[in-house]
Nanobody
Framework: QVQLVESGGGSVQAGGSLRLSCTAS????????MGWYRQAPGKQRELVAD???????TYADSVKGRFTIFSANAKKTVSLQMNNLKPEDTAVYYC???????????????WGQGTQVTVSS
């Protein structure tokens, strides 16, 4: 069974930094895409950043220039370095991965449990 385990998060003042990491484990053949989404209270979940094939990142406009996504561990780990954090970055951050468990299986989407990021002004 595939699992996504997240670490990092916490509370920081505006202008500070945090790093989130997520590692996939279980029966995995390939992970074409891994990324991070976030959901603030009363808002829809939104894409923050993802990385395709372990080396092609995309970012939401709101985080460009401040956040960096990168993968490691044979592309089973994705990390999000968040710098110059702002109060509007406060949200629960979720790891997301599209995983193929074997070469005969379709891609499936998995989510982590979520980790809270709180930025105070």
């Amino acid at each position: 069974q595939v699992q996504l385990v997240e670490s990092g998060g916490g509370s920081v003042q505006a202008g500070g930094s945090l790093r989130l990491s997520c590692t996939a484990s279980g029966s995995i053949y390939s992970i074409p895409v891994m990324g991070w989404y976030r959901q603030a209270p009363g808002k829809q979940r939104e894409l923050v950043a993802d990385i395709i094939g372990g080396n092609t990142p995309t970012y939401a406009d709101s985080v460009k220039g401040r956040f960096t996504i990168f993968s490691a561990n044979a592309k089973k780990t994705v990390s999000l370095q968040m710098n110059n954090l702002k109060p509007e970055d406060t949200a629960v951050y979720y790891c997301n991965a599209k995983i193929r468990e074997s070469w005969t299986r379709d891609l499936e989407t998995y989510w982590g449990q979520g980790t809270q990021v709180t930025v105070s002004s």
